[in-house]
């Protein structure tokens, strides 16, 4: 009964009461109760500003090894030590959660631990968790990983790669929406980077000069849509150096666009 007040209490706004009958709650001797318990006066306190003694509580929960309740703590713990920037008890609180393997936490955690390995430059880590995430097939966290592993893929020349997470996260994804969007355009950049690849492969063919003006152009107009505007300028200078392509390089250079 005390535990369903405390919670009433915490609902109306009466924190510091709530807090006293989460307290007197922790004397329970079921370990789930004193989880719940513990949880609860975790929340209330950090809405209280007092964020140590909240940790504490936190960690009394955990300590309990309740398989519901033990994650939940985990999991508030990481999101106020974060919060609160300190990162290594961060990372200390979602590595419980992934031990605990709580179906509800566990795509949480292993996108929050592979953010922080892309921070540290940890690049092969990062990708594992990022994984893990996919893996997982949770709704709101496997588009985010599943973007943020293929942007580092595409980093890294690995376009096949992050063409099938890109692809497999669609197929998962609702059509609707923002996360959806923002897939599609990631695949979309990988397509340009193919784009990119096949065109210099065309220019660079010593065996097709009829159709390296046109790789000239396609290569020097697509690289400014990744970013990459001073290649792009030196594609049209090396174009036109070439006694044999000058004067079609020029024409396409200096062709006025198609009307919208």
């Not at 010593?206 to 790789?215: E, F, I, S, W």
Request: charged letters at 25%; proline letters at 7%.
């Amino acid at each position: 009964m005390t535990l369903a007040q405390a919670r009433l209490l915490a609902e109306s706004g009466d924190l510091p009461a709530a807090a006293e009958l989460f307290a007197e709650a922790l004397d329970d001797p079921a370990p789930s109760g004193r989880a719940q318990a513990a949880l609860g006066l975790a929340v209330v306190l950090e809405e209280l500003g007092e964020h140590d003694a909240a940790r504490d509580a936190d960690w009394t929960a955990i300590e309990t090894g309740d398989p519901e309740y033990g994650p939940r703590a985990a999991y508030h713990l990481a999101l106020a030590c974060e919060r609160a920037g300190d990162r290594g008890a961060a990372e200390e609180a979602w590595h419980l959660v992934v031990s605990s393997e709580h179906p509800a936490y566990l795509p949480a955690a292993c996108l929050a631990l592979a953010q922080l390995a892309d921070d540290d430059g940890e690049l092969e880590t990062a990708v594992g968790w990022w994984e893990k995430v996919v893996a997982t097939g949770d709704e709101q966290y496997t588009p985010v990983a599943a973007h943020d592993l293929a942007q580092r893929l595409l980093e890294q020349g690995q376009t096949a790669r992050a063409q099938q997470v890109l692809a497999a996260a669609l197929r998962a994804t609702p059509p609707e929406g923002y996360a959806y969007a923002r897939l599609a355009v990631a695949m979309g950049l990988t397509h340009l980077e193919q784009a990119i690849s096949a065109f210099t492969a065309a220019m660079d063919s010593t065996n097709a000069p009829d159709v390296a003006p046109l790789a000239v152009e396609l290569l020097a107009r697509t690289l400014p849509l990744r970013g990459r505007d001073g290649e792009a300028e030196e594609v049209w200078r090396r174009g036109l150096s070439d006694p044999l392509l000058a004067d079609q390089v020029a024409a396409r250079l200096h062709r006025e666009p198609p009307a919208p």
